[in-house]
């Protein structure tokens, strides 16, 4: 008897632990949309200005929502724009010729990882680096770029970590290589250890000072940590 109502009890937190989460997805859902559609607006008005520094805010705050909510391209594709919707591939971005319609593609071609670049990052979720530090952080030492493929930037790195155990503290430096996928606005570092963890951080195209980190397993590509990166 005891052990059923031990179950009921189980079941009834669980029910209303889902109860309460299907509430919070339709108010996020809610606000989502309300924000999308003032987005819209502020992006409207402001494209009819000149302040060259609001209108990349707007756009990037844009890009941020088309994220969230999928811009309809595939993952190796380029969205040239939500006001003139088309995907191009990833590859064709930042090569010199305009494929998009709009020119989109060849806009916003600044590199945000050059050489000398640092960023530092907040860790947000964390399942599997095994010193699971607050902070990870991340140093550009060296940038190549090839005349005939420069859509991607070659990078070297330094990774910082520092990390605070009950069992040991301490900061390691891995040394690593990667690229900058200009298409793909994603900054790859490949896994500077045995666990073959990488990381990757996706920028939004239009803000050169944050991006979102993801630790994924290298043959998987399964996320298994998040962080997020601003310019040191
Ligand atoms: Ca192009």
Do not use: W
């Not at 000398?116 to 964390?126: N, T």
């Not at 963890?197 to 239009?206: A, I, K, N, P, V």
């Amino acid at each position: 008897m005891m052990r059923l109502l031990v179950v009921v009890a189980f079941l009834v937190a669980v029910v209303i632990a889902e109860e309460d989460h299907s509430a919070d997805f339709e108010k996020i859902d809610e606000r989502l949309d309300r924000l999308t559609s003032r987005l819209q607006g502020l992006v409207d008005n402001i494209d009819n200005r000149v302040d060259p520094e609001r209108i990349r805010r707007a756009h990037s705050l844009e890009q941020r929502v088309v994220r969230l909510e999928g811009d309809g391209c595939g993952d190796r594709e380029f969205q040239c724009g939500s006001d003139n919707p088309q995907c191009v591939g990833a590859l064709l971005v930042c090569d010199g010729v305009k494929d998009c319609r709009n020119g989109h593609d060849e806009e916003n071609c600044e590199l945000p990882t050059a050489s000398g670049a640092s960023f530092e990052g907040h860790v947000i979720s964390d399942s599997c680096t095994k010193r699971r530090p607050d902070i990870i952080s991340f140093d550009i030492t060296k940038v190549r770029r090839d005349n005939y493929f420069n859509t991607v930037a070659f990078v070297n790195a330094n990774i910082r970590i520092s990390y605070d155990g009950p069992q040991r503290s301490g900061s390691v430096v891995l040394p690593t290589t990667g690229y900058y996928n200009f298409g793909q606005q994603r900054l790859v570092l490949n896994p500077p250890e045995s666990d073959r963890l990488l990381l990757t951080c996706d920028f939004d195209g239009y803000n050169l000072n944050r991006c979102n980190g993801e630790i994924k397993h290298e043959a998987s590509l399964e996320v298994c940590a998040t962080i997020l990166f601003t310019r040191a």
